[in-house]
């Protein structure tokens, strides 16, 4: 099943050129066409500046395109009234981060359940869910820390705890490992892929390195605001 479709998607903004008086048009993303099926684990390549982060906040509800269309499942993303949109963005979409945004003075415990509070999820509910996602990520012992007290590893497994808890169909992570090693790049790699296989999520996944491209079901290079499929095997 087809779960985006993107239809003609360009984004560009518009600045005032200081010294010749005019407004320019920066193009970021062009006319741009793209399907992702439901479950695919999709890795968007690209060096910095090319609109990445801007393709996933797109797809997440949070940036609107210029022109064309984006739809979600049969739903244009942005034809819908805003209560809709919301619901999307809050049941819909699990987002993960290069830099975690954890809430520094909140426990572990607290920064996951967030999203289930802002959807006034009952607390035993939304309590057994947290406990069981930390089993799983292997951080059930560090529930009552605050993110002071983790590693970088750690922190991106508590984002993913997050992003999971209110059971999104759809993981959209931004550089997620921009700023670990290789161990735990690996480790966050192996999760995303276990939480395709097992909790049949779809994965998009964006960053500036193809070596961790190994997982993905899909490659797509970003080039001039195109996208360009890569051969995987
Ligand atoms: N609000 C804005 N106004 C003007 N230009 C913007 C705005 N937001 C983003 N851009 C421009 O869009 C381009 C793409 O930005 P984006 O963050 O999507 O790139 P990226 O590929 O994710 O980069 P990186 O890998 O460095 O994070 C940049 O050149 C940036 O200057």
Redesign the pocket.
Known sequence: MELYTLNEVSKY?E?WNIRTREKNI?Y?IKNLNLTIKDNEFIVVV??????????LKMLGGIEKPSAGSIFYTNKELYQCKESEMEGYRRKEIGFIFQDYRLLDEMTVRENILVPQILDGARSTIAERKMKKLTKVLGISEKKDYYPYELSGGEKQRVAICRALINEPKVILA??PTGNLDTFNTELILEILLRIKIELKKTIIL?T?DKGICKFADRIIE?KNGKLQEQNIK
């Open positions: 903004y600045r920066n970021v690209g060096k910095s500046g090319i609109g990445k982060t801007t393709l931004d550089e964006v500036h970003m």
